[in-house]
């Protein structure tokens, strides 16, 4: 039975990964800032991971807290050590930043900690603490990316440092691990409630939605892609390719 870890999982892409994986049976831990999102989403993928496991004994469990938290993300590991080990860390919270983006010569210096401490510090330290169980099960980690961290927006410095920070890191170990494969994919543009932040009061409906990233998300996951850097679009266009 896999275990996996999808942080952010309330709410957008984590969410809609996470109900991909249930619906396949797999037994998940999830976290989220927000305690009344979190639950809801966990009744929601519980039910998911019944109908679609129940010989297997397949669960949900839910971790409130911030990934920046060291004592957070502990939890995150022990609670998939109870379910049994680990199959998939998925690092999927992030930290957008100010709202409306400030150029970088604005930028709040605090904020910009905050977002390196959330997109960059975050998913190491969890990698770092998931490694051994990942390692026994010869596991993956995927970390979420952005094209923010490729190409030069205005007013998306500090997110985009962090992610193109976060994007070397998972090469580094890419080429530094070789018992677990590790991924970073940018999912594209997305009708999530963070894009929409990054856009206060503009009509962002002609975006897809976070579910037409995951069938990408789930080649990574469930095929034989070495470690690396992926777009999203680009490996449902493979799978899709007949």
Do not use: C
Not at 22 to 30: F, H, K
Not at 198 to 217: H, T, Y
Request: glycine content about 10%; proline content about 6%.
């Amino acid at each position: 039975m896999p275990v996996g870890i999808v942080t952010g999982a309330s709410r957008g892409l984590g969410l809609a990964l996470a109900r991909s994986l249930a619906d396949d049976g797999w037994s998940l831990v999830i976290d989220a800032r927000g305690a009344e999102a979190l639950e809801e989403a966990r009744s929601d993928l519980a039910s998911r991971t019944t109908r679609a496991s129940r010989a297997s004994g397949a669960a949900v469990v839910a971790v409130q807290g911030d990934v920046a938290d060291a004592g957070h993300r502990l939890a995150l590991i022990e609670a998939a050590s109870a379910l049994g080990g680990l199959d998939l860390l998925v690092n999927n919270a992030s930290e957008l930043g100010p709202s409306p983006l400030p150029a970088l010569a604005d930028y709040p210096l605090d904020a910009l900690e905050q977002v390196l401490r959330v997109n960059v510090v975050a998913p190491l330290a969890l990698a770092q603490l998931a490694l051994p169980l990942l390692r026994a099960r010869r596991g993956r980690i995927v970390n979420v990316s952005s094209d923010a961290a490729a190409e030069a927006y205005e007013g998306w410095g500090g997110y985009g440092s962090s992610k193109a920070a976060l994007e070397q890191l998972t090469v580094v170990m890419a080429a530094e691990e070789t018992q677990v494969r590790v991924y970073v994919v940018d999912p594209g543009d997305m009708r999530t409630a963070m894009h929409q932040a990054a856009f206060p009061g503009e009509d962002i409906s002609d975006r897809p939605p976070p579910e037409a990233a995951v069938p990408g998300l789930r080649r990574l996951i469930d095929g034989r892609e070495p470690s690396g850097r992926y777009r999203a679009g680009d490996l449902a266009a493979v799978e899709a390719t007949p």
